[in-house]
Antibody
Framework: EVQLVASGGGLVQPGGSLRLSCVAS????????VSWVRQTPGRGLEWVAT????????YYMDSVKGRFSISRDNAKNSVFLQMSGLKAEDTAVYSC??????????WGRGTVVTVSS | SYELTQPPSVSVSPGQTASLTCSGE??????ASWYQQKPGQLPVLVSY???RRPSGIPERFSGSSSANTATLTISGTQIMDEAVYYC?????????FGGGTKLTVL
């Protein structure tokens, strides 16, 4: 089955860190750019970061620059999101998505990140 | 960054045509995509590059774009089409989503 599965979320205190993982199955992840997108009831969908097939290009939304880092391990068909300096406003469901023709044609089941003391 | 604006809600009767809009100055220069999201489910791409339809998406879904407005048209709307629809733009590797439109079919 073609799918993406995100994991690694949890409850963390403000200022803390988490590392999210996204594993692909049923296709070769290294053929695609991959993004992280988060969703909250209040803000809807928010794009977080994107990484090129070989990891040579990375892009971030302004509010996470310097705090979040996207990376990938194509041998493991995986993409990661290292999050540090977490803030309450980072609380969301984080999903990974496969980039395709300026859209996202495959989304992974998300992982919940809660930033709270 | 830039913004994409969608009306919070649209209502349509079954069998009628629903037009969902997404406005923003950047839409003059960038492609628009559309997603359907039902409660508890992942978003599904229903239109990309303004007016292209992914395989497996019913023909009643069609996208278009003119000037600063992108439109998703659902012809012969069905009860199963009730969902939140998000537009999305992609400019120089910066991605922006609209706030979403709740489509009610009643």
């Amino acid at each position: 089955e073609v799918q993406l599965v995100a994991s690694g979320g949890g409850l963390v205190q403000p200022g803390g860190s988490l590392r999210l993982s996204c594993v692909a199955s049923g296709f070769t992840l290294s053929d695609y750019w991959v993004s992280w997108v988060r969703q909250t009831p209040g803000r809807g969908l928010e794009w977080v970061a994107t990484i090129k097939q070989d990891g040579s290009e990375k892009y971030y939304m302004d509010s996470v620059k310097g705090r979040f880092s996207i990376s990938r391990d194509n041998a493991k068909n995986s993409v990661f999101l290292q999050m540090s300096g977490l803030k309450a406003e980072d609380t969301a469901v984080y999903s990974c998505a496969r980039d395709w023709n300026y859209g996202f044609n495959l989304w992974g089941r998300g992982t919940v990140v809660t930033v709270s003391s | 960054s830039y913004e994409l604006t969608q009306p919070p809600s649209v209502s349509v009767s079954p069998g009628q045509t629903a037009s969902l809009t997404c406005s923003g100055e950047k839409l003059r220069d960038v492609y628009a995509s559309w997603y359907q999201q039902k409660p508890g489910q992942l978003p599904v791409l229903v239109s990309y590059q303004d007016d292209r339809r992914p395989s497996g998406i019913p023909e009643r879904f069609s996208g278009s774009s003119s000037a600063n407005t992108a439109t998703l048209t659902i012809s012969g709307t069905q009860i199963m089409d009730e969902a939140v629809y998000y537009c999305q733009g992609w400019d120089r590797n910066i991605v922006v989503f609209g706030g979403g439109t709740k489509l009610t079919v009643l």
